[in-house]
């Protein structure tokens, strides 16, 4: 566990409201959560709108995961409607077939079809619970990894965690909003008091703040930890009740499309205030998927390295991010409906905030190196 410093000034006047470019609302050179691998069924197609392209997903043949444009290029005819044959994608309006790789591969009022008669077709990857999309430029998909979550139990790769998959939620406001939510834990003892009894007093102990390249981390410490039975961590994390434990509630930043936060972390106590070996960790992963500038998708898996078994504790778990992730989405969709208004205002922020303000520039900067690249071609 890294040393954090203490974040800055208690109080400032910013003018980082967003977007962040208006140019670009956020970043697009990356990879982001376009499905769960349990939503994309053999012989069935799955609609989504990603950076406001209308993507269609299906499995082709040999069960693999495909994502084309959802436009018909003969008469703009959703494709969504259609039906998957032989691992092609027909159009219901006219029968055009499409392979794997967006080609149109037969038309069935004769004649060969046009070799201009392709759709977009948009490298998609699988792991872990999910399908993995690239909407930004053609050549950046290879020069680009997805989020490496083999720590947090959401890889192939990953081994001795339990993972539970919580519903896609659509939110009706833009991505960056739910970034600074989810950097921001102080108001977890306000909007959450009664879905997470018990966790206001942990959100509200200074943050502190840690960076290891392009990884953000938001971190609140508490040595001498004791959960009560009658908490939300105490019905969650039943092996520290009742001892003293070196508790971390953190908040990281993976890639624009991935945060996780802990729920929390759990430390053996060593010399009365420091972290020894780990007891247990539960992390609640938050992908987020632009839908439009206003819209997104959220999805959520929470991850434990205990009590892999119990079924129960993964129903009660799920059940809370639901309802929490419900509560903020509910407030986020308020702001979302003034935020435009707002822009030119500025905002006050706290010590509090300086986390996700950190964040928020940091998404800033990734914009700005995609639009320079942009410019260069």
């Known amino acids: 566990m890294s040393v954090p410093v203490n974040l800055g000034r208690a109080v400032a006047k910013s003018d980082e409201i967003y977007p962040l470019q208006a140019s670009r609302f956020y970043p697009k050179e990356q990879w982001y959560v376009g499905a769960y691998k349990s939503e994309l069924v053999e012989g069935q197609t799955l609609a989504r709108t990603i950076f406001g392209e209308r993507v269609i997903f299906f499995r082709g043949e040999g069960g693999k995961a495909t994502a084309v ?20 994608l027909v159009c219901p309006y006219h029968g055009y077939a499409y392979g794997e790789d967006g080609r149109c591969v037969h038309v069935p009022t004769g004649g ?34 997805i989020p490496d979550l083999t720590d947090i139990g ?43 009894p018990g966790a206001g007093g942990l959100a509200m102990i200074p943050p502190m703040f840690d960076r290891k390249s392009d990884r953000f981390r938001v971190g609140r410490y508490v040595p001498n930890f004791v959960a009560k039975p009658d908490t939300v961590i105490g019905d969650t994390m039943p092996m520290i009740v009742g001892q003293p434990v070196y508790a971390a509630l953190l908040t990281d930043f993976y890639s ?19 972290p020894g070996e780990s007891i247990a960790k539960l992390n ?4 987020i998927t632009p839908e439009t500038e206003n819209s997104t998708h959220y999805f959520n898996v929470v991850t434990r390295d205990y009590h892999p078994d119990d079924e129960s504790l993964s129903a009660r778990l799920i059940a809370q ?20 208004r707002m822009s030119a205002k500025g905002e006050i ?22 639009l320079a690249v942009s410019a260069a071609e």
């Not at 624009?256 to 420091?274: H, K, M």
Request: with cysteine.
């Open 256 to 274: 624009p499309a991935v945060i996780n936060s802990s729920g929390p972390w759990a430390n053996e106590l060593v010399d009365g205030d420091q």
């Open 284 to 287: 609640f992963v938050h992908l």
């Open 321 to 340: 991010t639901d309802r929490v992730r419900r509560e903020d989405v509910g407030w986020l969709e308020q702001i979302e409906k003034i935020a435009d």
């Open 112 to 145: 060969a079809p046009s070799p201009h008669a392709r759709l977009r077709h948009y490298p998609v990857r699988e792991d872990g619970p999910f399908v993995w999309i690239w909407t930004g430029s053609v050549e950046g998909a290879g020069e680009v990894d």
């Open 349 to 370: 922020s706290s010590k509090a905030d300086e986390g996700s303000l950190k964040v928020r520039r940091h998404l800033r900067s990734i914009i700005e190196a995609e």
């Open 154 to 196: 959401l890889s192939d790769a990953s081994d001795g965690w339990t993972t539970a998959v919580a519903e896609r939620l659509h939110m009706q406001a833009r991505a960056p909003l739910l970034v600074d939510n989810l950097f921001d834990l102080s108001h977890i003892a306000f909007i959450h008091v009664d879905s997470l």
């Open 69 to 88: 444009s959802n436009l018909c290029v003969h008469r703009f005819m959703p494709l969504d409607e259609g039906k998957i044959v032989d691992g092609r």
